[in-house]
């Protein structure tokens, strides 16, 4: 049954006029007539997520900050993805509770890294918490983006000037304190997925200092380790993130990969089986292990693991294709390799 013929549901035409009035009104500084407008629609599931931002929007202008936060969070309940709702829920709580702005900013620059203002923004409630490094790093990515951001210079050049040399904030409670970790993870990971492994191994550190277990920080350390050919400390690390969460999948698949890069193949494997065994649906897992065993010297093998992954997301990058393709050309399929080397070959030139 589609949403327009359930019994009391609009049609999404009727539901887009609306929203599109309410964002005019709200351009226009209606905001009292926009926020009346926007409660009819507070019952409509297919908008959600659009109505809470809105409204969210409303409230932070008309200084509502309570209800503003609420509104923002809400539309991050209906997508966690929401970018824009991360980022106003940051300057909302940038006066009074960095380490949660913190938090925000970092989640909204994860998903959205080119915009400037947020990242002067992360830089001011990473300043008040004491990182001082973190909040240079930022305003010097925001000046990358935009040479004449006004406020990034002014504040790059205000903690230049300081004389007194600020410390990392220490007293927080429980909450706040994995609230600042995950905000540091989070920064972390977008250094480390833009190839900046140096200093997404020092953040990772950084967490660790403060939060000895958390396990996503040693996940991604251990494997930054083994890219940087520490096998041991990788291990250790990889194994104090199983023992902090057993059912991290992303931990146990990157100990099998320090596994196999020590030549371990059983204890790899073990790692491999228990991840599918955790997850039968991820299809990273299923990929991984079947990479993994064509570089192992066990093609035939691998190709049932290549197919069920394909089965489960056919979304997979050029490198993954590749390894089908010489798995299934050291089986003798040839015509079926080739078939696999050309799409890997089609994806790299696209990317």
């Given amino acids: 049954m ?11 035409d009727y539901i887009r006029a609306i929203l599109d009035r309410a964002v005019t009104m709200i351009a226009e500084g209606r905001l009292e ?8 629609l507070s019952e409509e599931p297919s908008a959600r997520e659009v109505t809470a931002y809105l409204r969210g929007v409303i409230a932070a202008r008309l200084m509502e900050k309570s209800a503003a936060q609420l509104f923002f969070k809400a539309a991050l309940e209906a997508n966690p993805r929401n970018a824009e709702a991360h980022a106003q829920l940051g300057l909302l709580l940038l006066d ?6 913190a938090a925000a900013f970092a989640a909204a620059l994860a998903l959205e890294a080119r915009n400037p203002d947020w990242h002067v923004a992360l830089a001011s409630a990473f300043h008040r918490l004491g990182f001082v490094d973190r909040a240079k790093d930022n305003l010097a990515d925001a000046l ?48 480390q997925g833009d190839g900046d492994l140096a200093r997404a191994a020092a953040i990772f550190e950084r967490v660790l200092k403060r939060a000895p277990m958390h396990a996503f920080a040693l996940c991604n350390l251990g494997a930054l380790r083994r890219v940087s050919g520490d096998l041991c400390r990788s291990e250790e690390l990889l194994e104090q993130a199983i023992t902090a969460d057993p059912k ?27 991840a599918i065994e955790l997850e039968p649906q991820n299809a990273a897992a299923r990929a991984a ?27 997979r ?35």
Avoid: W
């Fill in 96 to 101: 009074d509770r960095p380490v949660a702005a």
């Fill in 33 to 40: 007539s926009a926020e009346v407008l926007l409660a009819t």
């Fill in 144 to 191: 990358a983006l935009s040479p004449d951001h006004a406020e990034a210079s002014t504040r790059a050049a205000a903690i230049e000037a300081e004389t007194e040399e600020t410390r990392e904030i220490e007293d927080l409670s429980p909450e706040d304190e994995a609230i600042l970790c995950d905000a540091l993870f989070a920064e972390g990971t977008r250094r």
């Fill in 289 to 315: 292990y079947a990479m993994a065993l064509q570089r192992m010297g066990a093609p035939k093998e691998s190709i049932l693991h290549f197919h069920h992954a394909i089965l489960l997301d056919q979304h």
């Fill in 248 to 274: 991290l999948v992303p931990a146990r698949l990157a100990l099998a990969e320090t596994y196999v890069a020590a030549g371990r193949e059983q204890e790899a494997r073990a790692q491999f089986e228990t």
């Fill in 317 to 351: 990058p050029a490198e993954f294709y590749a390894a089908l393709g010489a798995a299934l050309e050291a089986v003798g399929m040839r015509d079926r390799a080739e078939i696999a080397l050309r799409h890997a070959a089609a994806l790299a030139e696209a990317s």
């Fill in 2 to 12: 589609t949403q327009q013929n359930i019994p009391g549901a609009r049609h999404p």
